[in-house]
């Protein structure tokens, strides 16, 4: 009995960070585009800096009408968005924020796997709403997300693969107590190549040519409307707070921090992964789009080799510290 | 001597793991029937996911996480992605495509249950009344690792050798029409030259 209320109360917790993370970053992306492009943005709402316009923008979208087209793919249309949303939930569960069993939604042995695997499944749902929009931007966008997804989950598997090695385990927590200061430096090419992969899997700018609105409209999601719209852009910011987490675990030491980690190990990756999440926004505002070719050429001939050269030098230095 | 008297387990009084790997089997089995009787081509390829999900739950309940989260990783979130990707290359029409019958289906169910019966047979034959123990896990990463890299280690390689033959034989395959797409290449870039020549002389005027 006190197991299934310890498991109940830890899917609450996650399922509660999993609600209220991406809205603050969705929230701080508004503000932080705002000051960096010199406009003053949504300001009235709630009084305070226009707090709560994420509130009215939250109530605009369930009032909103859910229109599924009439050439539509019914079914497939209005399940496209809980296949792109959920998997960014599964994969909450398995990030480890501070030491111990406590601070993990739930010890994962294959915990690296899991992740990668069920964030790879997330696509799944843009090629589904791009498909059964019967709408040929929407094809388009459907079709740029997959050859995108194909692209950068090898380098992004590779540099995965390097941690793994680095640490001896593919399970997160024991990735992250392996940890000690010298990896930043060595896995630093790793790093870089996860984090842009991840970018560029989760479609944010520069990397967002399968929603390229002066092109395409939006891609995959041009045809929704209302709160399952909404579930498309909620999935997009939950998956910021996925890969910014990530990075943190894998490569920039979780909870290991300069000092406090004993009691406040949670507060460093916290911070880690807000500082992550603040340069995902600061690009977006710093970085023209990517062309489809440059993008496919940044995968198979920059990063690609960058990451099989990162698995090398790990492969190396491992051997001879042994 | 009947087979469930020589297992120490009986057949009779499954736990709730066997009874959960019994329906998540019937739904997987469902789910592939769809998968090669459905006329819309899109949907095969979305059922074709239930099902291979439908397995890596089952190596889930046999507590084979490690294989589990690779047969994710690589079916539901590669090859499928890879289906879907041709599939929209394609027509890939909504609604059903009565022509994408190719005739061949029961030269394809003779196959398939030739195959089916192989395996049955081997696994059968291979562990008998062999039980396994899963209250302590069986397949974890280590354990698969140990056993991948000290007992099989051998046919690991061999594979890895047939799939750098095939990335090497994808890559020839390609190549090939290179001389007459380079010749549409240089045209396509001449016409963009006059294109823009005459963009510009026109800017100048």
């Known amino acids: 009995m006190n197991d299934a209320l310890d498991v109940a109360l830890r899917l609450l917790v996650v399922f509660a960070v999993f609600l209220v993370l991406p809205l603050v970053i969705g929230q701080t992306e508004h503000k932080v585009m705002a000051h960096m492009q010199g406009r003053l943005g949504p300001m009235y709402a709630g009084g305070f800096h226009g707090w709560a316009q994420l509130v009215a923008d939250g109530v605009k979208f369930a009032q909103k009408e859910d229109v599924v087209p009439a050439g539509a793919d019914r079914r497939i249309f209005q ?38 695997a069920v964030m790879g499944v997330g696509v799944l749902g843009s090629l589904m709403a791009g498909w059964a929009s019967a709408n040929k931007f929407s094809l388009l966008g459907g079709l740029r997300t997959a050859a995108q997804l194909l692209a950068y989950e090898l380098p992004m598997l590779l540099t995965a693969a390097s941690v793994a090695m680095a640490a001896g385990t593919v399970s997160l927590p024991g990735i992250v107590e392996a940890f000690e200061w010298w990896w930043l430096p060595w896995q630093i090419v790793g790093a870089l190549v996860f984090f842009v992969a991840g970018l560029a899997e989760l479609q944010r ?20 409307t209302g709160l399952r719209f909404a579930l498309f852009l909620l999935a997009e910011y939950a998956g910021i707070v996925v890969l910014c987490g990530l990075t943190t675990v894998l490569f920039l030491g979780g909870w290991h921090g300069p000092w406090g980690a004993d009691g406040l190990g949670w507060v460093w990756t916290l911070l880690k992964t807000a500082i992550l999440a603040f340069l995902v926004i600061w690009l977006r505002v710093s970085y023209p789009r990517l062309r489809e070719d440059q993008l496919q050429k940044l995968a198979w001939t920059t990063l690609v080799p960058l990451a099989l050269a990162q698995i090398a030098l790990t492969g190396i230095v491992k051997v001879a510290i042994q | 001597m009947t087979l469930a008297a ?10 709730g793991v066997e009874v959960a790997f019994v329906l998540v089997g019937l739904v997987t089995f469902a789910a592939a029937i769809v998968t090669v009787t459905t006329k819309q081509l899109v949907h095969a390829a979305l059922w074709l996911v239930v099902a291979l999900g439908g397995l890596a739950a089952e190596y889930l309940l046999l507590t084979a996480e490690f294989v589990a989260w690779v047969q994710v990783l690589i079916y ?7 289906l879907l990707f041709g599939l929209m290359l394609t027509k890939a029409p909504i609604g059903r495509s009565p022509d994408a019958d ?29 039980w396994i123990d899963l209250d302590a896990p069986q397949g974890t990463t280590s354990v698969t ?3 991948l890299f000290q007992h099989w280690v051998l046919p690991f390689e061999a594979l890895s050798v047939l799939l750098l033959a095939a990335l090497v034989g994808a890559i020839v395959l390609s190549r090939k029409s290179e001389e007459p797409s380079d010749e549409r290449v240089r045209d396509a870039k001449a016409h963009a ?13």
Not at chain 1, 205 to 220: H, K, T
Not at chain 2, 76 to 82: A, I, M
Request: aromatic share 10%.
């Open chain 1, 79 to 116: 399940l496209a968005p809980a296949v792109a949303l959920l998997p960014y939930l599964l994969v909450l569960v398995a990030i480890p924020i501070g030491p111990g069993e406590g601070a993990v939604g739930e010890v994962v042995d294959a915990g690296l796997f899991f992740v990668l």
């Open chain 1, 205 to 224: 700018p520069p990397f967002d040519m399968p929603v390229a609105d002066s092109e395409i409209i939006f891609g995959a999601y041009t045809e929704y």
């Open chain 2, 6 to 15: 020589a297992a120490p387990q009986g057949f009779l009084s499954p736990t």
């Open chain 2, 76 to 82: 539901v979130g590669s090859v499928v992605v890879l």
């Open chain 2, 102 to 130: 190719s005739g061949n289906r029961w030269a394809a169910l003779t196959v398939a249950v030739a195959a089916a019966a192989t395996l049955v047979w081997v696994v059968v034959d291979a562990f008998r009344t062999q």
């Open chain 2, 145 to 147: 690792g140990a056993m």
């Open chain 2, 193 to 205: 030259r006059d294109d823009a020549e005459a963009a510009a002389d026109k800017e100048q005027r």
